[in-house]
């Protein structure tokens, strides 16, 4: 029987290793899907749609995980979107391709916010001061800033500024190039003098409010600059992150103002950076910086995000269509379309009415919230507003409708802003508990609108492992490890969809699932390298409850399924 068996082995491909045998290779998991991000409207959009479909039918795949801003808006769609569906419907019927719809956007939540800009979750402002200036509220806050034109200076350092990274080297001032005045600050070449770390950067720590929210602006000039980290960064007190937002610097541009925004919260004090943290080659210069009051920049009004106004001593208060014209910024959350948030556009101007308390001169401090935009324009509703709810309802019926899908994919992903305003604190302000009201409500949505359908949810809001950890900061989320715990909440009969990718914890993380009865599906690939799938299957060997992988791309690529498919074992 031994001389049988070595004869077999050595008959056996060399492609497989002892651990790889015919007889040891698992069978494919039931689920194999893809990951679309795409609007079906433009006809160009259908017709690659249904070839990728095609092709990946061909290559083992058993569903799509469909994901379209307009499932938000089927009040605002032609016709021809919906015709669009049905074809899509009716394909992957006859491609035998699970059809799952991506819905309930509770972190990427701009598509909901396009219906109600207001609804987003907000941040507090507490005793804002302003002035009555010709008939309007002004915003008014002396800031001790130094030399935010980098007019003085000495040996390639600017007065006023700290931890100017290599002066002379990487850091220069710049008398020659300039937006105003006679100087700039100017750094090159950084990988060149700094190849470790290749940092370049200035700071300077003001001494600012509480609570308060402020508006920085910075003329920036490039030549050939790379950089895959460039920054206008603001630190608290403990070196939270205050601001997130992404500027964009071209490789090459004349001088442009960048604008960004943020909220103290609990400091005192703020460090502004300018720099980058990731630089290569070519030159970038500063000039023009200048922090100011934000004012009702993108202020939310809402019962769940009141407005006070009120005098310095706190015994008057003032009301708006007696005092002043209602306040609001007719361009939140509409710059420039129905749920896109600008961090910065023109103010709005609060007018004082005739016969009102207020005249000329006259200090007036306000309470109030106002959204913040993270990167590239993420806005996160609030999970706390009544309102929400009716939108998501909404949502589902009109998905059941159009798409009749085979199942629901609640989009609980990033949520990196909640538990701040009133609506929130009315829970308590405990993010986790918010996340778990909701996503237990979201569930009932789902369940009362199509019975019976599988449901679907991204992994990281519920994972110690990611971004539910027990210490640290989240964003802008409000408290330490504020997403902890939230796992409880989460029904047992939802399906995580699992994007834990380090190879030190997704183990820990798909066991933790495992333990709370919760099947899984990887969300491999992401766009990066596609044999990354076989090791994290290899990891989850033994752990019940693995029902499926998926192709997950957020850059629309999708040349690499077969070869995912293959590491896989489709």
């Not at 598509?111 to 987003?120: F, G, I, W, Y």
């Not at 300018?274 to 290569?280: H, K, P, S």
């Not at 009109?398 to 994919?409: C, F, K, N, S, T």
Request: proline share 6%.
């Amino acid at each position: 029987m031994k001389r049988i068996l070595i004869i077999l082995a050595l008959l056996l491909p060399l492609s497989l290793t002892a651990t790889e045998s015919p007889g040891n290779v698992s069978p494919p998991l039931p689920r194999r899907w893809l990951y679309l991000q795409t609007g079906l409207l433009p006809q160009e959009h259908m017709i690659q749609t249904m070839a990728l479909l095609e092709r990946v039918a061909t290559e083992g795949y058993t569903g799509v995980v469909f994901n379209d801003y307009k499932f938000m808006r089927w009040d605002s769609v032609p016709d021809i979107y919906k015709k669009n569906w049905q074809e899509m419907h009716d394909t992957c019927r006859r491609l035998k391709l699970e059809l799952v719809a991506a819905v309930m956007p509770m972190g990427y939540s701009n598509s909901l916010l396009s219906r109600n800009p207001h609804l987003a979750e907000g941040l507090p402002v507490r005793g804002a001061n302003f002035v009555v200036r010709n008939g309007t509220l002004i915003p008014d806050e002396a800031i001790a800033f130094r030399n935010g034109g980098f007019e003085s200076f000495h040996a390639n350092t600017p007065d006023g500024w700290k931890f100017v990274d290599a002066p002379g080297q990487i850091s220069f001032m710049d008398t020659n190039i300039h937006r105003e005045g006679h100087a700039s600050l100017r750094m090159q070449d950084v990988a060149k003098f700094e190849p470790e770390h290749k940092h370049a950067r200035a700071c300077q720590t003001l001494k600012l409010q509480p609570f308060h929210n402020y508006h920085v602006s910075v003329d920036v000039k490039t030549l050939n600059w790379s950089a895959q980290d460039t920054r206008i960064m603001v630190l608290g007190e403990k070196g939270q992150t205050l601001n997130f937002q992404t500027p964009v610097f071209e490789q090459t541009q004349d001088w442009k103002t960048i604008h960004i925004t943020f909220n103290t919260l609990e400091s005192s004090t703020a460090t502004l950076y300018l720099g980058t943290w990731a630089g290569e080659t070519g030159t970038i210069w500063w000039d023009n910086v200048q922090v100011e009051p934000a004012g009702f920049m993108n202020v939310l009004r809402r019962p769940g995000a009141p407005l006070r106004l009120y005098n310095e001593g706190g015994s008057v208060l003032y009301q708006e269509g007696r005092d002043v014209k209602p306040i609001n910024d007719p361009l939140l959350g509409m710059d420039p379309w129905a749920g896109d948030y600008s961090s910065w556009h023109a103010l709005p101007a609060i007018s004082t009415l005739p016969g009102g308390q207020l005249a000329e001169g006259q200090r007036v401090l306000a309470d109030y919230y106002h959204t913040a935009i993270i990167y590239d324009g993420q806005v996160s509703c609030c999970m706390s507003e009544a309102k929400v709810y009716e939108i998501l309802t909404e949502q589902i019926q009109q998905v059941r409708d159009a798409i009749h899908p085979d199942g629901y994919m609640m989009m609980h992903d990033e949520i990196r802003m909640q538990g701040w305003d009133e609506s929130c604190q009315k829970q308590g302000g405990d993010p986790a508990r918010i996340l778990g009201n909701n996503v237990r409500h979201c569930v009932d949505i789902i369940k009362a609108a199509d019975p019976g359908k599988p449901l679907f949810i991204w992994s990281d809001m519920f994972d110690p492992t990611h971004n539910a950890r027990k210490e640290g900061r989240y964003y802008l989320v409000k408290g330490e490890g504020p997403w902890y715990g939230a796992w409880k909440d989460l029904p047992e009969e939802v399906t995580v969809v699992s994007w834990q990718m380090e190879p030190k914890t997704r183990r820990q993380s798909l066991e933790h699932f495992a333990s709370l009865g919760h099947k899984q599906i990887l969300a491999g690939y992401y766009d990066g390298d596609p044999k990354m799938i076989a090791s994290w299957l290899k990891d989850s060997k033994g752990i019940k409850g693995v029902d499926g992988v998926m192709y997950t791309t957020w850059q629309s690529n999708f040349k690499h399924t077969k070869e995912f498919s293959d590491r896989a074992n489709f």
